[in-house]
């Protein structure tokens, strides 16, 4: 399995580790979602020689196909790997599993059929957790820089304000999943503030600078509940 492109010092590098035929790299190739490179190795051999002279930001390992132990099996093998965070990936959303995943050295786990929204959110988390190279937060042509706080569209910059920036960070942290407005109140503004209506008109804002010119709506109201990111209606 190859490369998804040549690997610079400060670029992250994402291991994954499955079947040949393995859904998990192919999601994360074809989202587009993140700014890393992907190598897929289908075995822990292979695995181990490609740590080289840099070991991974993240490995992704198929505890379907190389069983729970295989997390413990890597990081023995090669001491550099002991801090590296690792996502295991199990047959099915099943929790004694998950557990099982967590006891042998697991940092996440997730089953085979998540979501790539999850997916990319549960990646970001622990980049973030553990402080691999900073990736972008992506969603469509949406591309943030938590790190040089900027804010494209396509090619287009946006400006937002620290709170506008704040609560869009918010969301895409948790693609595809409905983010209320006491959360979002709570994490932006503290819990010791007060204000009517505040979310609504940040969310108001952010909206208008997100369609420029006519560009379709990311931000999708639940009602009595929240707003959640998903893609456009076609």
Request: proline share 4%; net charge positive.
């Amino acid at each position: 399995m190859g490369k998804g492109r040549v690997a610079h010092a400060d670029t992250t590098r994402i291991l994954v580790v499955e079947e040949e035929d393995g859904n998990v790299g192919a999601m994360l190739l074809r989202s587009g979602g993140l700014d890393a490179v992907l190598d897929r190795m289908s075995s822990l051999d292979q695995a181990l020689a490609s740590c080289g002279a840099r070991s991974p930001d993240l490995i992704v390992v198929d505890l379907a196909r190389f069983g729970v132990g295989a997390v413990a099996t890597l990081r023995r093998r090669a001491s550099q790997l002991e801090r590296v965070p690792v996502l295991a990936v199990a047959q099915t959303a099943d929790p004694l599993a998950e557990a099982y995943a967590l006891e042998f050295g697991a940092d996440d786990c997730v089953p085979r059929t998540v979501r790539i929204e999850v997916l990319l959110a549960r990646v970001r988390a622990l980049l973030r957790r553990f402080g691999g190279a900073a990736v972008p937060l992506r969603f469509g042509d949406l591309r943030m820089d938590v790190q040089a706080r900027t804010l494209h569209r396509g090619e287009r910059l946006i400006h937002l304000t620290h709170t506008e920036f704040e609560l869009l960070r918010l969301l895409l942290e948790r693609p595809g999943e409905v983010v209320s407005k006491s959360r979002l109140y709570e994490a932006v503004w503290g819990p010791h503030l007060s204000g009517a209506n505040v979310v609504e008109v940040a969310v108001s804002r952010i909206r208008a600078k997100l369609a420029g010119t006519g560009e379709p709506q990311l931000i999708r109201t639940v009602r009595k509940t929240g707003y959640v990111l998903r893609p456009p209606e076609r």
